[in-house]
């Protein structure tokens, strides 16, 4: 490591490497994200993950992009869903967001509505992207999905559920 002085902040470089992974961890928690929550369609019910890799990419045509762990358990009904849904949470979600992180099948038995693709949907999130698998692509430890929107929703107003150096933050859009 080396600190170096750039104007009145100190900074801390490094190469990342195997023997400091959490340096790099925190140096991307660094950036400000949304949360999202993404849904898909299972044989046993509704799945679910928490996010926070998700991206728009292209409004012609119009993709978004995301990228779950290949480490984890529920990895495989996300890289082989044709249809999921990303919802973008509101500052008031965090409890749900929380559940779904420990638990991807804590939806079983919430009334939940779905689309027409039979994908789960979650209710009062600021917005929805009801999407259809388009690609994905390799990301290392992680695999990049791109969807294509086959329909979106928004919600007038409310305030977004952050993540930011480890730790949930309200955005607000005032």
Not at 85 to 105: E, M, S, T, Y
Not at 122 to 127: I, K, S, V
Request: aromatic share 8%; glycine share 6%; proline share 5%.
């Amino acid at each position: 490591m080396i600190a170096t002085d750039t104007g009145n902040l100190a900074m801390t470089s490094f190469t990342p490497d195997p023997s400091n992974p959490r340096q790099l961890r925190d140096a991307f928690g660094r950036f400000a994200t949304g949360v999202t929550i993404v849904t898909v369609a299972t044989d046993d019910g509704p799945m679910a993950i928490t996010a926070n890799s998700f991206s728009s990419l292209s409004l012609d045509p119009p993709l978004v992009l995301w990228a779950p762990d290949k480490s984890s358990r529920r990895f495989a009904h996300f890289a082989q869903a044709e249809h999921f849904a990303i919802h973008i949470l509101a500052h008031d979600q965090d409890d749900i967001c929380w559940k779904v992180a420990r638990d991807g099948a804590c939806l079983l038995d919430a009334e939940l509505t779905q689309n027409v693709e039979g994908v789960p949907i979650l209710p009062n999130c600021l917005a929805r992207f009801e999407c259809s698998q388009y690609a994905s692509y390799d990301g290392g430890d992680h695999e990049i999905i791109v969807g294509k929107v086959l329909r979106a929703a928004t919600r007038e107003s409310g305030d977004a559920l952050g993540f930011f150096k480890g730790n949930m933050k309200i955005f607000t859009d005032k």
